[in-house]
T-cell receptor
């Protein structure tokens, strides 16, 4: 079965420091991986995706993610966190078995303190 | 502006009282989907629709119904809500099934409380 896991419920970072939000996946075949962000009282917004190509993917708002096939990971990173980055982050993987739907991780709450 | 709208945004109801949450998109997307979000469980798909009159069950369809009579609308129906359906619900749409080159757009969410 295909799945994605976010091992940390919460990540706390000081403003200006680098941040990492972790994601590991389990799929049969080549993974299509995604990161979404959810700000308070808002729907999910697409950040970035990996389908093929470079292992380092750049996305919106200065975020990037590193695809690591040997470690089956797709960690979200940002060199310098902002207070406004505080939000709920979801990793997702494409489910090949059902109409191409996305399987979401449980979410990681990122808190950036000034 | 390209968007997915949901109504209502907040709803408190009682067990057994039928309700409908509407979802509409203005992007001419063929694929639409409903998710529920619960703490520690992420988003779980309830139902999805590949096109008009084509709907199918997701991972947690029990207690829900949907319809897709028009391309833009995809209402979620709870015939007899129960407290375990208290959750945050999201509608989403995309040009084609998500997971490829086309982004999935999400509505703002509907927070439902069933007492």
């Amino acid at each position: 079965a295909q799945s994605v896991a976010q091992p940390e419920d919460q990540v706390n970072v000081a403003e200006g420091n680098p941040l990492t939000v972790k994601c590991t996946y389990s799929v049969s075949g080549n993974p299509y991986l995604f990161w979404y962000v959810q700000y308070p009282n808002r729907g999910l917004q697409f950040l970035l995706k990996y389908i093929t190509g470079d292992n380092l993917v750049k996305g919106s708002y200065g975020f990037e993610a590193e695809f690591n096939k040997s470690q089956t990971s797709f960690h979200l990173k940002k060199p310098s966190a902002l207070v406004s980055d505080s939000a709920l982050y979801f990793c997702a993987v494409r489910d090949y078995n059902q109409g191409g739907k996305l399987i979401f991780g449980q979410g990681t709450e990122l808190s950036v303190k000034p | 502006e390209a968007q997915v709208t949901q109504n209502p945004r907040y709803l408190i109801t009682v067990t057994g009282k039928k309700l409908t949450v509407t979802c509409s998109q203005n992007m001419n997307h063929e694929y639409m989907s409903w998710y529920r979000q619960d703490p520690g469980l992420g988003l779980r798909q309830i139902y999805y629709s590949m096109n008009v009159e084509v709907t199918d069950k997701g991972d947690v369809p029990e207690g829900y119904k949907v319809s897709r009579k028009e391309k833009r609308n995809f209402p979620l129906i709870l015939e007899s809500p129960s407290p375990n359906q208290t959750s945050l619900y999201f509608c989403a749409s995309s040009l084609v099934p998500p997971g490829g080159n086309y982004e999935q757009y999400f509505g703002p969410g509907t927070r439902l409380t069933v007492t």
